[in-house]
């Protein structure tokens, strides 16, 4: 693949809400809430931004669809700017991001504002999981546990091919939960240990095939938001800090899990690889990475896929303890959507705000010392729509 030079895209400005349940919160809320917080970090006013990008999968979560105007009811400043609602299952925050990266490369925006949210918890638990289910390819893939039961089948094959993998899964989802201890947006900030999540037991049962509760991630509403903006407003701004998209690749495959191999997650495999190609870096530069963890499984796929581990080997990096803070290369120091939390299309938008703190010092206790270059990974569907960004201090 020819790497073509690209113009910077930064982020200048950001706001997370803490993610959890909330019976009481409206999507409209948790919208005007994000976009009023990103405005007032990046030190900006709604007549700055010239256009909005909204995230949300919804499916069926809420009845307020047609969200992407929602914004200029909490922001008058923002009417008559063009604003435009994405989705890309659980890859949609990303989605939005990287339409705006779009926006100003083209030279159509200068500045442009993006919002991920979802409100999952009106629904009963099988309903969520029924919606999230969509995701799938409906023509071969049901199951009566959702998307857990399509990840489970994953999983038993992956078990199948190398041996049985549990003991790595229950240690990602310790090292996330012990991770989300440090993260004040985290839904559960609780350290749950290994021998917990290694048993299954009346409070960790099975969820579907050898997936346990401690391996899936949580039902979460919550919302984020990020300013993006070109060189030339970040030149003339006065903009506290600045994270530059270092690498910004995204990259689609087939939907039937049947038509791939699916344990190598190609989809996920190719965006590193044309993600490094353009950041002009190796794995071994990066300093963390915020990946997809909406089953254990999953994040042991992208161990591999992203080239930390090789085909069958991801297990013995987990063991050894790669991926914890102080490893080779610490993989979720916000908890990911394990502990995290998961409101669809919040996710990509929250794992590139996280990313961001921590290359511009502002993680707080998450804070890995001397970030410099963090990979996102972020995905819909099981590596079907792919974005792996690298970020990088840029002012």
């Known amino acids: 693949m020819t790497t073509i030079s690209k113009p910077s ?41 010239d256009s909005v990008v909204v995230g949300t999968f919804n499916g069926g979560f809420v009845g307020q669809d ?11 400043g923002l009417r008559f700017k063009p604003a435009v609602r994405v989705e890309n299952a659980c890859a949609t925050g990303s989605a939005g991001i990287y339409t705006g990266i779009q926006a100003i490369r083209s030279g159509a925006a200068d500045v442009v504002l993006v919002v991920g949210y979802e409100r999952m918890n009106g629904l009963p638990s099988s309903k969520v999981g029924d919606v999230l289910l969509q995701c799938a390819y409906v023509k071969e893939e049901t199951s009566s546990t959702g998307f857990a039961g399509v990840f489970a089948g994953i999983a038993q094959k992956y078990f199948d091919t190398y041996g049985d993998a549990s003991e790595a899964l229950a240690q990602i989802a310790a090292k996330n939960h012990h991770n989300a201890m440090a993260n004040p947006y985290a839904h559960v900030q609780r350290d749950l240990g290994f021998e917990f999540c290694n048993t299954v037991s009346e409070k960790n049962p099975i969820v579907a095939g050898p997936l346990r509760r401690t391996d899936c991630s949580l039902i979460s509403d919550g919302a984020a938001a990020v300013i993006l903006c070109s060189d030339r407003i970040l030149a003339r701004g006065t903009f506290k800090r600045a994270v530059k998209f270092r690498a910004a690749q995204t990259v689609s495959d087939y939907l039937p899990v049947s038509r791939r191999n699916i344990l190598a997650l190609e989809g996920a495999h190719h965006a590193w690889q044309q993600a490094f190609a353009e950041a002009g870096c190796a794995l071994d530069d990066l300093s963390l990475v915020e990946t997809h963890d909406c089953f254990t499984i999953a994040e042991l796929l992208e161990v591999e896929a992203m080239g930390l581990a090789k085909p069958g080997q991801g297990p013995a990096v987990v063991r050894e303890g ?70 990088e201090r840029s002012a």
């Open 9 to 49: 895209v930064h982020i200048v400005g950001w706001s997370h809400s803490k993610f959890g349940k909330y019976d009481l919160l409206d999507p409209e809320t948790m919208i005007a809430q994000a976009v009023a917080g990103a405005l007032l970090d990046a030190g900006l006013t709604a007549q700055d931004v």
């Open 66 to 76: 047609f969200p992407s105007s929602l914004a200029i009811n909490a922001q008058p």
């Open 322 to 391: 790669q991926t914890q803070r102080g490893g080779r290369l610490p993989i979720n120091l916000s908890g990911g959507l394990k502990a995290k939390g998961h409101p669809i299309g919040a996710t990509g938008v929250s794992q590139h705000v996280l990313a961001a703190m921590q290359v511009v010092g502002e993680a707080g206790e998450m804070q890995l010392p001397g970030a410099q270059l963090a990979g996102v990974f972020n995905m819909g569907g099981v590596a079907v729509a792919n974005y792996a960004s690298i970020l």
